[in-house]
């Protein structure tokens, strides 16, 4: 199976997902990776939180036991976020959990947005998961994308541009 950080990774830079499928991790010393860190420890602490599944998943919180929640920092990449919940839900829905929605909780922001799953998302998450362990097999690291904003707060930046 595919982790749910390298499903997210697949949406934000397929260069990323290599070097962290590959053990290079340059995460623990990211300011912003801290940060996002804080927030999910010190919100919603009255919920279940974390939950671990199959070493393979990590669902940040879960409510009413039919919504699942993924708490992020920003909206940066808000397509990779979205599609790492649909994951967690094709994910639980593989082994027989029937959960057909979840909503991204952005606590600074005061925002949450619903995610649904719909019929079509199946059979893209499939194509995806094949993508993701064909990098994953690579030798090659897959070449860099053209330079934006978001990239200078990667914690991987130093092997792109410098």
């Not at 094709?90 to 005061?110: A, C, F, H, M, Q």
Request: aromatic residues 16%; glycine residues 4%.
């Amino acid at each position: 199976m595919v982790s749910g950080i390298e499903f997210y990774y697949y949406f934000v830079c397929k260069r990323k997902l290599w070097f962290y499928t590959h053990g290079i991790s340059m995460e623990d010393e990211n300011e912003d990776v801290k940060i996002g860190k804080y927030i999910e420890e010190n919100y919603y602490k009255n919920s279940q939180k974390n939950i671990m599944i199959n070493d393979e998943i990590n669902i940040d919180l879960i409510r009413n036991k039919k919504i699942i929640h993924e708490i992020k920092k920003s909206q940066s990449f808000e397509e990779a976020n979205i599609w790492q919940l649909k994951y967690y839900i094709y994910y639980l829905n593989s082994y027989g959990v029937d959960v057909k929605e979840g909503i991204i909780d952005y606590p600074n922001l005061r925002k949450r947005v619903m995610v649904t799953f719909e019929k079509d998302d199946k059979e893209y998450i499939e194509n995806v998961i094949n993508e993701i362990k064909s990098i994953k097999n690579s030798e090659k690291i897959p070449g860099k994308i053209q330079q934006i904003k978001v990239c200078k707060k990667c914690a991987f930046y130093e092997f792109c541009y410098i």
